[in-house]
């Protein structure tokens, strides 16, 4: 098999028994980028030779016998995440001249884990979207059919690891925008529990509900970058103290007697057959392995969108105040005073989504408005959480749809941001819990790659992905890739 269509694990053996460097890996990885993304535009940065540098020392640190679980394993990083002395633009005008000082946590752990880090990964300006149309560096087109979307905020992870460009990436879901993109590009994603990752260093949007987590090929190859990534974090207070469960060793557990509830909310009168459809036959095949459905109801989880499109831009005005012209970022040319520095540097370096969102916000936490929506949207979150509470009492995971269609056109929903906004309309609803959650493929549509979410209880990661790598091992969605041309 080709080098960018194996797993982690796969190009993991390879360099333990030396059939290849980490340095030939990199370079065909690079190589495919070179050649590949001028038209799929999922990088915004690539750091060719730091990732060389950084694959030489892999190489020499395994000739030690020093490697580390993610020893010479190239990755991408989506461009909210901090990398010292490399430009973290969050897919913003206003971030385009950022040099960060620091790593992110995550970065800092994967790079002590052994990882090379190959670049960085386009996305929504500041991780608002569904589409990966709101960048300031242009739209990913998504590598099943390069006219259609992949998916956002983390479109450009999702798109380069789909198309070959990297074996893996790393991801941020405020709404879904880890599952939805993994959804639209046939890839497997995992939101963790909130506060299972480190925040420190990743730009935030909406800081209750922002999580890191790995997109790959497999639930295995997530439940390998997970380990790597999570952990508490004295520098964030909303990480949590709590060991990282080993989520590897225990992929293959049987799933006799697992307990799997469908939530009506997921299948909606109006939802797509085919789409109900593919989560049904995924279910079928984890009833064939032992595991016991039955059918369950959060009536609350329609409240969702309209909860998050109120918390979501609220958080949001309050953590872009920051971005004032004065202090790092994009600033206009010749301010005539404060006012005026300000609103040019904010409407010049924000674009239309992000104003949006800003004003949205701003508006919900204003005073005599505040009572109305935001503080009624924190209830409606309070009781969707209590909904989830309620159904994992009778059931170990939930399942249901990732997303309510494949990959849409490019353009079709930007000019509408109500419809966009229901592209997560069954994501939503984890992030308000703060549940972890992931997406893997497990069909098709007309060509294009469809998901299927598995929703654990807080913490159980490793359930989660214990069973979606059971599905995989019985299925070969995770294991087709598009077709991007002869070469390499
Ligand atoms: N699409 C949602 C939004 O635009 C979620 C984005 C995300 O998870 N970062 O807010």
């Known amino acids: 098999m080709k080098l960018h269509e194996q797993s982690l694990a796969s190009l993991k053996a390879g360099l333990e028994q030396g059939d290849f460097s980490s340095r030939q890996l990199t ?86 884990a052994g990882a090379v880090m190959l670049g960085k990964t386009n996305m929504d300006e500041f991780a608002m979207g569904s589409s990966n149309e709101t960048s300031y560096y242009g739209p990913v087109r998504n590598p099943w059919d390069q006219d259609r979307v992949p998916g956002g905020s983390s479109g450009g992870s999702a798109a380069a690891v789909a198309a070959g460009l990297a074996p893996a990436a790393t991801g941020t879901d405020t709404g879904g925008s880890i599952r939805q993109p993994a959804a639209l590009n046939g890839i497997t994603g995992l939101k963790p529990t909130y506060g299972r990752v480190s925040r420190l260093g990743m730009v935030a949007f ?32 909303t990480s949590v103290d709590r060991p990282v469960d080993d989520c590897q060793t225990g992929l293959d557990r049987s799933l006799e007697g697992l307990t799997v509830g469908l939530p009506e909310e997921f ?79 904010r409407s010049g370096g924000f674009g239309d989504e992000v104003q949006r969102r800003i004003l949205v916000g701003t508006w919900a936490l204003s005073h005599g408005y505040y009572d109305a929506y935001y503080l009624r949207a924190q209830r409606v979150r309070r009781l969707i959480r209590d909904d989830f509470a309620r159904a994992f009492e009778k059931v170990d995971v939930i399942m249901g749809p990732t997303t309510p269609e494949t990959a849409f056109p490019l353009g079709a929903k930007s000019g509408d941001p109500v419809n966009m906004y229901m592209a997560d309309v069954f994501t939503i609803a984890v992030n308000l819990a703060g549940l972890p959650a992931l997406s893997m493929p497990a069909g098709q549509l007309d060509g294009l790659p469809a998901g299927v979410q598995v929703i654990g209880n807080y913490f159980d990661e490793a359930r989660i992905l214990n069973v979606a790598h059971r599905y995989q091992q019985a299925t070969d969605w995770h294991r087709r890739s598009p077709d991007t041309g002869g070469e390499a």
Do not use: W
């Open 27 to 112: 370079q065909h990885f690079l190589e495919r980028i070179r050649s590949l993304d001028p038209r799929l535009n999922s990088f915004i940065t690539v750091t060719a030779d730091a990732a060389l540098a950084a694959a030489d020392a892999a190489d020499a640190a395994r000739a030690r016998g020093e490697a580390g679980p993610l020893c010479g394993l190239p990755l991408a990083h989506k461009d909210i995440f901090c990398t010292r002395g490399v430009r973290t633009s969050c897919g913003s005008r206003m971030l385009d001249n950022f040099t960060s000082p620091y790593d992110a946590t995550v970065v800092a752990r994967m790079a002590a």
């Open 206 to 237: 909406a800081s209750s509900l922002d999580q890191a987590g790995p997109m790959a090929r497999s639930a295995a190859d997530c439940a390998l970058l997970l380990e790597a990534m999570a952990g508490h974090d004295p520098g964030d207070s």
């Open 267 to 345: 299948f909606p009168q109006n939802l797509d057959p085919r789409i109900a459809e593919v989560t049904r036959e995924a279910v079928r095949e984890l009833e064939k392995q032992g595991a016991r459905v039955v059918d369950i109801s959060l009536p609350t989880m329609k409240y969702s969108v309209p909860a998050y499109y109120v918390i979501a831009p609220a958080e949001a005005s309050s953590n872009l105040a920051r971005f004032d012209g004065v202090r790092y970022g994009y600033r206009c040319e010749h301010p005539e005073n404060l006012t005026d520095l300000y609103e040019r540097s």
